[in-house]
């Protein structure tokens, strides 16, 4: 299993980007795979953000953000999406996806997850 993010930029306060987690799949099917968004700031642990189900039915995102991102995926692209809208500077970090088989409705550390990709900057000017 593959993961690599994409749509990463600088954004100012307010804005908006859409982050996108394309997987590329061998021995198990994308819809097999729970999703979830991380994120690290410089100099700080990497920090949960969202998950979700197999189906895309359940849902989970941290506090912090809930009512400004909103995370999807669409099965039938392999790709799994994170809508960031009302961006703040306290936002700016490397955001990470990852990939795993269980899925939880509560914050998850980041061993729960086996797969990761790269990562893509994302950085929001006051």
């Known amino acids: 299993v593959q993961l690599a993010e994409s749509g990463g930029g600088l954004v100012q306060a307010g804005g908006s980007l859409r982050l996108a987690c394309q997987v590329s799949?061998?021995?198990?099917?994308?819809?097999?795979?729970?999703m979830a968004w991380f994120r690290q700031a410089p100099g700080k642990e990497r920090e949960f953000v969202a998950t979700?189900?197999?189906?895309?039915?359940?849902?989970y995102l941290i506090d912090s953000v809930k009512g400004r991102f909103t995370i999807s995926r669409d099965n039938y692209q392999n790709t799994a999406y994170l809508q960031m809208n009302r961006l703040k500077p306290e936002d700016t970090a490397v955001y990470f996806c990852?990939?795993?088989?269980?899925?939880?409705?509560?914050?998850?550390?980041?061993?729960?997850?086996?797969?990761w990709g790269q990562g893509t900057q994302v950085t929001v000017s006051s």
């Open positions: 979700i189900s197999w189906d895309g039915e359940s849902t």
């Open positions: 990852a990939a795993s088989s269980v899925f939880a409705a509560r914050r998850v550390p980041p061993g729960a997850f086996p797969y």
């Open positions: 799949v061998s021995e198990r099917p994308f819809n097999s795979l729970v």
